[in-house]
Nanobody, 114 residues
Framework: QVQLVESGGGSVQAGGSLRLSCAAS????????MAWYRQAPGQQRELVAG???????RYDDSVKGRFTISRDNAKKMVYLQMNSLKPDDTAVYYC????????WGRGTQVTVSS
């Protein structure tokens, strides 16, 4: 059974930091491309950052220079370090795994107050 479990969300003031974690199980983690998406109320889900199986990262322009995605294949974990948070970063953040199939976690709420 495939599971992606996000953690690390919470409430923070603008300018603060959070580190999201996604724990994967039931998949061959090292061959999966991993990504973080977010969805704000009334908005479509959007890509925040992705990291390929061989460690190449990409970011949405809105988070470049503030967020860093990383992975630990031995632990089957993917992380999103979020610095200089803004109220516009408020959303539910989802972990996604892609190889032959796509898997999603249930999300973790991030709330940034001004």
């Amino acid at each position: 059974q495939v599971q992606l479990v996000e953690s690390g969300g919470g409430s923070v003031q603008a300018g603060g930091s959070l580190r999201l974690s996604c724990a994967a199980s039931g998949i061959a983690f090292s061959v999966n491309d991993m990504a973080w998406y977010r969805q704000a109320p009334g908005q479509q889900r959007e890509l925040v950052a992705g990291i390929t199986s061989d460690g190449r990262a990409r970011y949405d322009d809105s988070v470049k220079g503030r967020f860093t995605i990383s992975r630990d294949n031995a632990k089957k974990m993917v992380y999103l370090q979020m610095n200089s948070l803004k109220p516009d970063d408020t959303a539910v953040y989802y972990c996604k795994a892609t190889f032959n199939r796509i898997y999603w976690g249930r999300g973790t709420q991030v709330t940034v107050s001004s």
